[in-house]
């Protein structure tokens, strides 16, 4: 237990629907702490935005508790409607799969179904990574404006996960073209060495994206001989979930055709 942010977390839960406003003195005796250290983690949370001062001398939380929440909220709904499908697509690929939302300037992996093998290890759920060397995020890249990418590159940079990562804005940029013209992404090694990915983006009801799944597994042939059917289903899956999400392509999709015309 870190103690800062317990305090931080019990003295935003000291705000309610029937008290909304409360005092420095107020949250100084509900929280039984001294007035100068409320004062110290209120002037952190202001400055972040999860409270607000208001009325002179009371205080009240923020708009990035609303944020928070809406992400919340999206990332619980994404990850119900998603469930089912994406058991489906790894029941077919035989490999892990992943859901993840867009949070920030990063990916959130929100449901995962992991292989006997990648059982070994940690799970990923509830971890954070980068856009710009992960399939789900490399998935999500050509669907933001220049401006935000640019802007999401130069606050976090472009470190180096492996030898294969894309490390400087030209070779990134060209790969988003790529990514975009094939409408799915492809991570060959660059967040971690012997792992294989291939990604496809989610859109919610507005065409914003929200989020990516993934099928990923040490098999080189992921990205090699087994692409193509992989890709299918991925594609698939991933329209699917942004159906469910309430996004309408503004044209058919080419994936979607075919695997209506082949049912009979």
């Not at 935003?12 to 007035?35: C, I, Q, T, V, Y």
């Not at 929440?69 to 992943?98: F, G, K, M, N």
């Not at 990916?107 to 990648?118: F, G, H, K, P, Q």
């Not at 098999?219 to 698939?236: K, N, Y």
Request: charged letters at 25%; one cysteine or more.
């Amino acid at each position: 237990m870190i103690q800062s942010i317990e305090r931080a977390i019990r003295l935003m839960e000291a705000f309610s629907p029937a008290e909304p406003r409360l005092s420095l003195g107020e949250l100084s005796r509900r929280l039984d702490l001294p007035k100068s250290t409320v004062h110290n983690i209120l002037k952190t949370l202001v400055s972040n935005g999860y409270v607000e001062r208001v009325d002179r001398d009371r205080y009240a939380l923020g708009t990035a508790v609303v944020v928070l929440a809406q992400s919340a909220r999206v990332s619980v709904e994404l990850r119900d409607r998603s469930a089912p499908l994406l058991r489906e697509l790894a029941d077919a690929t035989h490999e892990t799969v992943y859901l993840t939302a867009f949070e920030g300037d990063h990916v959130l992996y929100v449901y995962a179904i992991e292989t006997r093998s990648r059982l070994l290890a940690r799970s990923a759920v509830g971890d954070r990574s980068p856009l710009h060397c992960t399939g789900v995020g490399k998935a999500i890249l050509p669907h933001l404006d220049d401006d935000e990418r640019a802007e999401i590159v130069r606050r976090q940079g472009l470190p180096a996960y492996t030898d294969h990562t894309f490390i400087t804005e030209e070779t990134l940029e060209a790969e988003v073209a790529r990514t975009r013209e094939r409408g799915y992404s492809i991570d060959d090694q660059e967040h971690e060495l012997g792992t294989y990915c291939l990604g496809a983006a989610i859109f919610d009801g507005t065409g914003r994206v929200v989020g990516a799944c993934s099928v990923s597994g040490s098999d080189p042939d992921i990205i090699g001989t087994r692409r193509e059917s992989i890709v299918t289903a991925l594609r698939f899956t991933a329209q699917e979930i942004s159906r469910r999400m309430g996004h309408v392509p503004q044209r058919s999709s080419k994936i979607v055709d075919s695997l209506l015309r082949a049912t009979p």
